[in-house]
């Protein structure tokens, strides 16, 4: 069964820092390019960052810029986003999601999600 697991999640103060960890079961992430999304309350699904399957292709949204890094761990097959400078506009689910080789903006174009992991920022 192909599965994406995300955690790290939790509650931090502004100012805080997480890490989050995706890791994949059932296929290698070796392929796929790896995109991180999030969503709160009444907003829609926001990409963040994508790193491509080559890992030569990153972009970051202007929301998290300078803020969030993405990296990856092919022999763990767990992708991780570093969070640093958190606040209040950060809190919300996070996802992680996997398409092949290249990376895209738009939830449509990925074929496996995690669960979610629920980030809180407290001022």
């Known amino acids: 069964q192909l599965q994406l697991v995300e955690s790290g999640g939790g509650v931090v103060q502004s100012g805080g820092s997480l890490r989050l960890s995706c890791a994949a079961s059932?296929?290698?992430?070796?392929?796929?390019?790896i995109g991180w999304f999030r969503q709160a309350p009444g907003k829609a699904r926001e990409g963040l960052t994508c790193?491509?399957?080559?890992?030569?292709?990153?972009y970051y949204a202007d929301s998290v810029k300078g803020r969030f890094t993405i990296s990856r761990d092919n022999a763990k097959n767990t992708v991780y986003l570093q969070m640093n400078n958190l606040n209040t506009e950060d809190t919300a689910f996070y996802y992680c999601?996997?398409?092949?080789?290249?990376?895209?903006?738009?939830?449509?174009?990925?074929?496996?999600w995690g669960q979610g992991t629920h980030v809180t920022v407290s001022s």
């Open positions: 999601a996997a398409q092949l080789y290249y990376c895209s903006g738009y939830v449509s174009d990925y074929n496996y």
């Open positions: 059932g296929f290698t992430l070796d392929y796929y390019a």
């Open positions: 790193l491509s399957s080559s890992d030569e292709t990153t």
